[in-house]
């Protein structure tokens, strides 16, 4: 519901400030789009950390409290309950009882959400910007401590429940392949399991499951909050002191270990979609470690193979062969390339007629692919990509209400602890060469490294509706 | 796809609640800090004017990313498809990205590519559009990028059987998805052969098209009299308006904008749509209202937010937050050119279908009957009034603000006195708006779901 609401003002841009541009100026001149975001960051002593960037352009203000507990990371009897445990954040703290977070956000005019990612669930709200001190002393006292019931769970075990039948399980390509992929390309249980939920473990969660969690995870040492938009700096920064100041931080446990060993053969898997009226097919690559130079490599592929009409991979598979009417695709299909911080898949996905053999669209993908792997790319297409890649970040700093911004500065604290990164970003892509592009390309985008998921229309003999995936 | 699926989440608020937390119950609770005075607010000024050939222009300066959108809305759309011929114009709009008399259709990829954009078209009932955003350094070409496309399609016959494949296709996916399953109906419900009445093209109608439907199609129905160019975002003013002018004051006239206001009367039909083994239902409930030019628009508007259009409307306290029935529960009010109707949607447990609407038409009956309680008005204005802040705070939401003000001929008054308006609306006109138009024994009531376990439960609910 609320998604439908944020479309509706999707592809805006909130404004942010540019140091380097006069407010009154227009700007002209290749030096004009570049951009400086006012960044100010700080721990308070209980481990919170707070990074704040000021924009007068609109009078409205957005407050992003991340924490460093994303789906990867649930019990592993309970798949689906770091989303599950998100809920029950909007259902009572100490001082607000049920629906009354929403009701105060929205009497205040403002709009909320929560999402749960792989390595972060976050909470945000934009208000007109007078209303800062309310989001901040709410955002606090759930921070400070749940009261919720056997009741409250109850419903949103329903509300959930529901969730995974409207998004996956009652929907032609449900879970296609952004919950599928995951789970055949990975082998390490943490990256590899169906994080929106078997229905019989969101069923079977308890209230002390979430008192535990909360108790785990839910402390400011495990947090980072960003506020973006029209504040006082000096003025912001007492309310976090007094609201957030005297919070406990917790002894968080170690976290498990994450990571994904080298795949040696390519992986192929099937799986029938009963819903499904044309075949689909996906094809995931293990990225590069974040922040590598390779990784920053990997952006630019990313635009110069999958991004845009001008793309490789739609000028072979659309354009050319006629396979497709489109190719989607990129890195983090539940965000983008910058706000994750564990192993991710660099996929591409496309929908196509029953005709075709899923051989004949990886074939084209490969050769799509080829040249960058056979030679050093060209100059001119290069360059595209990193005007493409800043337009792309640009545009993700300006979405909703400062919102985008919140994002990228509350993950670069959480998973850098350094959110000024937000500014040196352009620059790394800049350093990456021709050279390194076709290193990478040769190196990750190899058959080895990559799974490829057919999803098929038949169904097959004891095909059951698309709930988990069995792993082949 | 990026965004979909675990976001969302939340929910909801209501006014009429007693539950809690026992526990805390004898505790003194803190009251939230109510916050400092609010900051005014003006929407970002913009220039508009109309060139000699008629077409018009909007210019926002706003913000300071380097970015600017730039969109091209033209008054054409279903709506001016032959009655055989339904998806005609979504072919056109396809078409026209496939190459202009001087670009190969790579070429204009490329090159809105290399200014960080890209070239989308978008094709409606009403309007369409040909929209880019681009880094700044690049409204003067992008401008004259868009115009080439809009002024000098090629048309390639090429490429049509290419488009045909794809648009069966997709048509095939789409009538699988069971709100599209649900919306189809209910539009056949509503608005029969109107065009409005026809939400998918055939696949016959996809196979017939020639390339010369399609340029006659935009000859009859493209020009500078139904075009709107919006600009939005930070960009070099004199370079931008030179560019238009260079690019589009050529544009001949063309034909002006047709207009066929459908005559709706509420059609209280219950149209259940059998989905075998189906894990939910999808819910479409509603029937017309007032469009956005009738006086009682705006308390509708209200009325709708309160009701079932907000997180903390009180169908969606209800039948999500209290019975957990849905996740995705929502009401709006959906617009064409001077015609609207009021629908909730809603994918709800296969039990408790007829549960569902029955407690969707419990809480309309209810507020019908009785005015809401002052505070709970006030929360829902003062949302509103924050909401506006919002839509009117980026390029994009400017562009969509200005372009419906435009569309619908609501006057620049519009949105200067918008919040005023709201912030006007009584309880009483709030229960008046409801019974006047939101009124369950004359709903369209669209069920698509396992028929065999909801018909009974939904059959008191068709025509008595």
């Given amino acids: 519901m609320f998604e439908r609401l944020l479309r509706k003002f999707s592809c805006l841009a909130m404004a942010l400030t540019a140091l380097s541009l006069g407010a009154d100026r227009t700007m002209a001149g290749a030096a004009g789009s570049e951009l400086k975001v006012p960044v100010e960051y700080y721990k308070l002593p209980n481990g919170l950390r707070v990074v704040l960037s000021q924009d007068h352009t609109a009078p409205t203000v957005c407050v992003a409290v991340y924490y460093r507990i994303g789906f990867r990371v649930e019990p592993k009897d309970r798949t689906g309950f770091a989303h599950l445990f998100e809920h029950m954040m909007f259902q009572g703290s100490q001082n607000l009882g049920k629906m009354e977070f929403i009701k105060l956000v929205q009497q205040n005019g403002g709009i909320l959400n929560g999402s749960t990612r792989f390595d972060f669930t976050n909470y945000f709200e934009i208000l007109p910007s007078n209303k800062l001190e309310t989001a901040l002393w709410a955002e606090a006292d759930r921070m400070n401590g749940l009261a919720v019931t056997e009741e409250n769970l109850k419903n949103q075990q329903g509300v959930v429940g529901n969730e995974v039948k409207v998004n996956v399980i009652n929907r032609p390509y449900g879970g296609f392949p952004w919950l599928d992929m995951p789970q055949y390309a990975n082998t390490n249980w943490y990256n590899a399991h169906n994080f929106y939920g078997d229905l019989k473990d969101i069923e079977a969660a308890t209230l002390p499951d979430v008192q535990s969690f909360f108790k785990t995870y839910y402390a400011p040492n495990n947090a980072a909050l960003a506020i973006v938009g029209d504040f006082d700096v000096m003025q912001a920064r007492q309310w976090v002191e007094k609201y957030f100041g005297g919070i406990k931080a917790s002894n968080l446990p170690a976290q498990p270990d994450l990571s994904e060993p080298k795949q040696t053969k390519e992986k192929n898997a099937n799986r029938v979609d009963p819903l499904a009226k044309r075949p689909g097919i996906a094809i995931a690559y293990h990225m590069p470690e974040r922040n590598t130079p390779e990784y920053y490599a990997m952006g630019l592929i990313d635009q110069i193979l999958i991004e845009g009409d001008d793309s490789l991979a739609y000028q072979e598979l659309v354009q050319k062969q006629g396979l497709t009417a489109a190719v989607q695709g990129g890195i983090n299909y539940l965000g983008n390339m910058f706000n994750y911080k564990g192993p991710m898949l660099f996929m591409a996905d496309v929908r196509y007629d029953p005709a075709t053999k899923p051989e004949t669209i990886v074939k084209a993908w490969d050769t799509a692919l080829e040249p960058l792997r056979a030679k050093e790319v060209d100059k001119a297409l290069l360059e595209r990509a990193r005007v493409k890649l800043r337009s792309d970040l640009y545009g993700n700093m300006g979405s909703v209400g400062g919102f985008g911004l919140a994002d990228l500065l509350a993950s670069f604290a959480l998973f850098d602890d350094n959110p000024a990164r937000i500014n040196s970003l352009v620059s790394e892509f800049d350093k990456v060469t021709p050279e390194l592009i076709q290193k990478t390309a040769q190196e990750y985008l190899k058959p080895e490294n990559r799974t490829v998921l057919v999803l098929e229309t038949k169904p097959a003999d004891a095909a059951k509706p698309a709930e988990a995936p069995a792993k082949n | ?464």
């Avoid at chain 2, 078409?95 to 809105?112: F, H, N, P, R, V």
């Avoid at chain 2, 569309?407 to 009584?426: C, H, I, M, P, W």
Wanted: charged share 20%.
């Fill in chain 2, 1 to 464: 796809m990026m965004n979909t699926v675990l976001t969302e989440k939340i929910a909801i608020a209501v006014a009429t609640f007693a539950l809690c937390a026992s526990s805390l119950a004898a505790q003194q609770k803190q009251a939230p800090p109510a916050g400092g005075p609010p900051k005014p607010f003006n929407v970002p000024a913009h220039e508009s004017y109309t060139m000699p050939n008629g077409m018009k222009v909007t210019l926002v300066p706003y913000g300071n990313l380097p970015k600017v959108t730039l969109s091209l809305v033209l008054r054409t759309g279903n709506l001016n498809e032959p009655a055989d011929m339904p998806g005609l114009a979504d072919m056109v709009g396809k078409l026209m990205k496939e190459g202009t008399t001087s670009k190969s259709s790579q070429q204009i990829a490329e090159e809105a590519a290399g200014m960080g954009g890209a070239l989308n078209i978008t094709v409606g009932a009403d309007e369409s559009d040909v929209t880019t955003d681009v880094l700044s350094d690049f409204g003067a070409k992008a401008a004259v990028l868009l115009a080439d496309v809009a002024q000098h399609p090629l048309f390639p016959e090429s490429e049509l059987p290419r488009l045909k494949t794809d648009a069966e296709r997709q048509l095939s996916i789409s009538k699988a998805v069971p709100q599209n399953m649900a919306l189809e109906k209910f539009r056949k419900v509503l608005y029969g052969n109107h065009p409005y009445g026809t939400v998918f093209p055939t696949e016959e109608s996809i196979r017939k098209t020639t390339v010369a439907d399609i340029k006659k199609f935009y000859d009859g129905n493209f020009g500078a009299l139904r075009s709107h160019l919006f600009v939005a975002g930070r960009f070099d003013m004199a370079e931008v308006k030179k560019a238009i002018a260079a690019s589009f004051g050529g544009w001949a006239k063309g034909p002006a904008a047709i207009s066929n206001v459908p005559r709706v009367k509420p059609q209280h039909v219950l149209d259940l749509t059998d989905r075998p083994g189906a894990a939910q239902s999808t819910l479409l409930v509603g029937m017309p209202v007032p469009d956005a030019t009738s006086s009682d628009a705006i308390p509708l508007g209200v009325t709708n937010a309160l009701l079932g259009g907000s997180f903390g409307s009180r169908i969606t306290s209800n039948i999500r937050e209290q019975k957990g029935y849905t996740y995705s529960p929502s009401s709006q009010i959906s617009r064409r050119y001077h015609d609207a109707y009021w629908a909730e949607t809603a994918d709800v447990t296969t039990q408790y279908t007829g549960a569902s609407l029955k407690e969707i038409f419990a809480e309309i009956e209810k507020l019908a009957k009785e005015p809401p309680a002052d505070a709970e008005l006030k929360g829902i204005q003062s949302y509103l009034s924050g909401l506006f802040v919002i839509q009117n705070s980026s390029r994009g939401a400017l562009i969509n603000q200005l372009r419906f003000v435009d569309f619908q001929g609501l006057g620049e008054d519009y949105l200067r006195t918008y919040v005023q308006k709201v912030n006007a609306v009584t309880p009483a006109d709030v229960s008046k708006m409801t019974s006047q138009y939101i009124k369950p024994d004359q709903m369209t009531i669209v069920v698509v779901g396992d028929k065999a376990k909801v018909a009974e439960q939904v059959a008191p609910y068709g025509a008595k």
